[in-house]
């Protein structure tokens, strides 16, 4: 009987260890970095607003974030957890920021599309789903900006 079961042990583990490894994509952790565009900005009820801001994940937790209208840039910090149910973000305003505080978010990240709901109001709490509400939970959608190919 000991015998008939090691040889279905090691049948087992074989069959196991020859299995093929399947293949990790990159985390979000990497995916996220580089330059991005947002080009929703969603604050509820139809209003849909264009604001040209960008971007730029670094791999060091900065976030630095340049507006187009008036070419302004601030550095944030930002904090992700691509392993909770809900991915979160937390974006920390820079010092100094009249609103210093850090917005708890939740997002998406999927190939070259990034979306971001972040709680901007007192007291709300991180957004339970990637949606906008109110003014006080708007939704940011990002498209990637592809680098220039060198040469071109």
Same mark, same amino acid.
Do not use: M
């Given at each position: 009987m000991r015998v008939l079961a090691l040889i279905a042990l090691s049948v087992f583990a074989a069959s196991v260890m020859s299995a093929p490894v399947p293949k990790v994509k990159a985390g979000d952790k990497e995916a996220i970095l580089g330059t991005w565009k947002e080009v929703t900005f969603d604050i509820g009820e139809g209003r849909l607003l264009k604001t040209g801001t960008v971007y730029v994940f670094e791999t060091d937790g900065v976030l630095r974030a340049f507006n187009d209208s008036d070419k302004t840039e601030e550095k944030w910090r930002y904090k992700i957890d691509p392993t909770a149910e +809900? $991915?979160?973000?937390?974006?920390t305003a820079p010092d100094g920021n009249d609103q210093a505080k850090t917005l708890p978010g939740i997002y998406e990240l999927d190939g070259?599309? #990034? $979306?971001?709901?972040?709680?901007?109001?007192?007291?709300?709490?991180?957004? $339970?789903?990637? $949606? /906008?509400?109110?003014?006080?939970?708007? #939704? /940011?959608?990002? @498209?990637? +900006? @592809?680098?220039?190919t060198k040469g071109k």
């Open positions: +809900v $991915k979160t973000i937390d974006l070259d599309t #990034l $979306k971001i709901c972040t709680q901007t109001g007192p007291n709300l709490g991180r957004p $339970k789903e990637l $949606k /906008s509400g109110t003014a006080w939970a708007p #939704l /940011s959608t990002f @498209k990637r +900006v @592809k680098e220039e």
